[in-house]
């Protein structure tokens, strides 16, 4: 799991120790993701399966894409398709996505790299990998997230940001056991590169076998914490919970995180792989279908018809030509 790693993670910035009168926060319920097909056969586990939507308020839906090895032809992706009322994260750990979309944003992302889509008012847009990984096959995995948007902001101009790992905020555990990528919000001082209209905090965490790490965490956000690989424990003391991978813990109110990795792993990972994930929740009725979020059935049903009638934008000729489709296939 590359995705981005230092050599020496003490050179980081590290998460103060935490106060030891702060309330750790409970685990309130443990699912484990069922495993699904998206787009055009790619498999995934949806991570938020049978959680209460309140529970999750701001985010709307997560799919851990892989982990997979393809073998030479098998790679695959999503054809066009539209997007209205919130935002898509879509974070590579192993392997090559392309992106295109109908507002001209688009490229290739690859591990530890960040593809941020807000679709507010309407857009079209593809995921595929190039050519060359069909031909050759190889390792793929990521994570695609689905941030909602408040009713104010659901019509916004479309925009795409091309966050590069690079450009992803690093910093370690008090000890060091832990490496901390941070995408969006702050931690240790450190920021991630995504800019937010619905203030969330992404961390993708590596916790070396048997290490432990306490996060501050802001009251006024929900917290989650997914497991993408290895095995662990969420939360401290009597509600202490098991957690494995494909397992997502949603925890209750308090003012800091503590995820610890097992000290005996499988061979083939090298620690507790975590995605933890947290933000203001917009507390607003939603109404979701395929691949709209809106407030109301209303607002559902003009966002299809707005589809239907080419309103959400056009797929750009040199797509088009190549893909043989139309926005309204």
Do not use: C
Not at 220 to 240: C, E, F, I, K, T
Not at 249 to 259: E, P, R
Not at 302 to 328: C, K, M, W
Request: cysteine-free.
């Amino acid at each position: 799991m590359p995705a981005v790693t230092v050599d020496n993670t003490l050179a980081l910035p590290r998460v103060p120790a935490t106060d030891p009168h702060l309330v750790d926060r409970p685990v309130v319920s443990l699912t484990t993701a069922p495993q699904g097909f998206e787009g055009e056969g790619f498999p995934v586990r949806r991570a938020f399966a049978g959680v209460d939507m309140r529970a999750l308020d701001p985010f709307i839906h997560m799919d851990q894409m892989g982990e997979v090895e393809y073998a030479p032809g098998e790679p695959k992706g999503t054809p066009w398709h539209p997007h209205r009322g919130f935002e898509t994260v879509t974070y590579i750990i192993d392997g090559i996505f392309e992106h295109a979309d109908s507002h001209g944003g688009g490229g290739e992302i690859t591990n530890g790299d960040t593809q941020w889509m807000t679709a507010g008012a309407g857009i079209l847009h593809i995921e595929k990998p190039p050519e060359h990984l069909v031909v050759s096959g190889g390792l793929f995995h990521g994570l695609q997230l689905w941030v909602n948007l408040p009713r104010t902001l659901k019509m916004a101009e479309p925009r795409y940001q091309d966050l590069r790992s690079g450009q992803v905020g690093l910093a370690t555990s008090t000890d060091g056991g832990a490496l901390l990528r941070i995408i969006a919000g702050e931690m240790a001082g450190v920021s991630g590169p995504g800019m937010t209209y619905t203030p969330i905090t992404l961390i993708h965490a590596t916790i070396a076998p048997g290490a432990e790490v306490t996060l501050p965490w802001r009251p006024d956000y929900n917290a989650l914490v997914y497991a993408l690989s290895g095995n662990g424990a969420v939360s401290s003391g009597p509600a202490r919970r098991p957690l494995k991978s494909g397992q997502l813990a949603v925890l209750g109110s308090g003012d800091t995180i503590t995820v610890a990795a097992d000290p005996v792993q499988e061979s083939r990972v090298n620690g507790l792989d975590v995605f933890i994930l947290g933000g203001q929740p917009i507390r607003e009725p939603v109404a979701a279908y395929g691949p709209f979020v809106m407030n109301t059935k209303e607002e559902l049903m003009q966002a299809f018809e707005d589809y239907q009638a080419g309103r959400l934008g056009s797929i750009p000729a040199a797509h088009s030509a190549v893909n043989g489709s139309t926005p309204d296939a």
